[in-house]
């Protein structure tokens, strides 16, 4: 059996990992804070992007949007390397899961709160 190894890594250990719609693209997100987008047919990451803090969660939207939650509560939308939007402390304690469709994002965090955001409105 043969297979590809993949030299490029995170910085620290990482802490989730999503697909979005395509099985070919990942992304991750690790407890430094950053998140990378990977093209597993092309065997390399696309983007790397750098959080406000310690990596939580990550979640691939349906139109290919990365959402990312972290230590201090924030959540963050990326497209291609760019940060679209935020929404700092949006839980009390980590943002530790994330899903997103294309109407909605819904949060969970440490203060055993879910949040529901509108994808238009934030």
């Not at 407890?31 to 092309?42: A, R």
């Not at 390399?44 to 509560?73: N, Q």
Request: with cysteine; charged share 25%.
């Amino acid at each position: 059996m043969s297979y590809y190894s993949y030299c490029e890594a995170h910085l620290g250990a990482i802490t989730d990992i999503a697909f979005g719609k395509s099985n070919d693209q990942f992304a991750s997100i690790e407890e430094e804070g950053n998140v990378s987008f990977y093209d597993i047919g092309e065997y390399k990451c696309l983007y790397t992007d750098k959080g406000p803090d310690k990596g939580r969660a990550v979640c691939i939207a349906e139109d290919d949007t990365i959402i990312a939650g972290y230590a201090d509560g924030s959540i963050k939308c990326i497209d291609k390397g760019n940060t679209m939007w935020a929404i700092p402390k949006c839980h009390k304690g980590n943002t530790n899961t994330i899903y997103a469709d294309s109407n909605y994002i819904l949060t969970g965090g440490d203060d055993k709160m879910i949040r529901v955001w509108t994808r238009k409105t934030h």
